[in-house]
């Protein structure tokens, strides 16, 4: 499959605050390449997550999350968020410039090709991944600039 070029993204979610009274919630986020349209009408997408992730265990409780399509000049960000033993997901949106959504409260990635904002309908468990199909609430085209970044045979990509 890595001979499949994929369009590259940053999947965000909100976890809320586990206690009214203690520390506010952590923004997270995951790089994905199996991202994909399933619907125009209605609007549904679909994720695949690695079952048993941090954000595969968010998702199932959270149905609020948002997708950032990213830039071919987001390189960096695609990478930090793959990466595998990483530090905490705070301090990894510490210099990204982004806005919170409107809807899920969830981070979006400035300069991004689209964002989109989305509540789960579906989890279809898939082998060691679950899909999570999605209606989409909100789509933004933030920046016009720049080509998408693509993924092809373990590595990022520009097209052309």
């Known amino acids: 499959m890595s001979r499949l070029a994929a369009g590259v993204v940053l999947v965000t979610a909100h976890e809320p605050q586990p206690d009214p009274e203690g520390p506010r919630g952590d923004d997270v986020?995951?790089?994905?390449?199996?991202?994909?349209?399933?619907?125009?009408?209605?609007?549904?997408?679909?994720?695949?997550?690695?079952?048993?992730?941090?954000?595969?265990?968010l998702l199932a409780e959270q149905p609020l999350w948002a997708v950032s399509v990213l830039t071919e000049s987001q390189r960096h960000i695609a990478g930090r968020f793959a990466m595998k033993g990483r530090i905490s997901d705070r301090l990894l949106f510490d210099d990204i410039p982004y806005i919170?959504?409107?809807?899920?409260?969830?981070?979006?990635?400035?300069?991004?090709?689209?964002?989109?904002?989305?509540?789960?309908?579906?989890?279809?468990?898939?082998?060691?991944?679950?899909?999570?199909?999605?209606?989409?609430?909100?789509?933004t085209l933030p920046s016009a600039e720049g080509g998408p970044l693509a993924y092809f045979r373990g590595r990022y990509h520009r097209l052309g």
């Open 29 to 57: 986020g995951m790089t994905a390449t199996a991202f994909l349209s399933v619907s125009l009408d209605p609007p549904l997408v679909m994720v695949s997550l690695r079952e048993g992730s941090r954000m595969d265990d």
């Open 100 to 139: 919170r959504g409107e809807v899920s409260g969830a981070p979006l990635v400035g300069g991004s090709l689209a964002t989109l904002e989305c509540r789960t309908e579906q989890r279809v468990p898939a082998g060691d991944h679950t899909l999570v199909i999605a209606r989409v609430l909100t789509a």
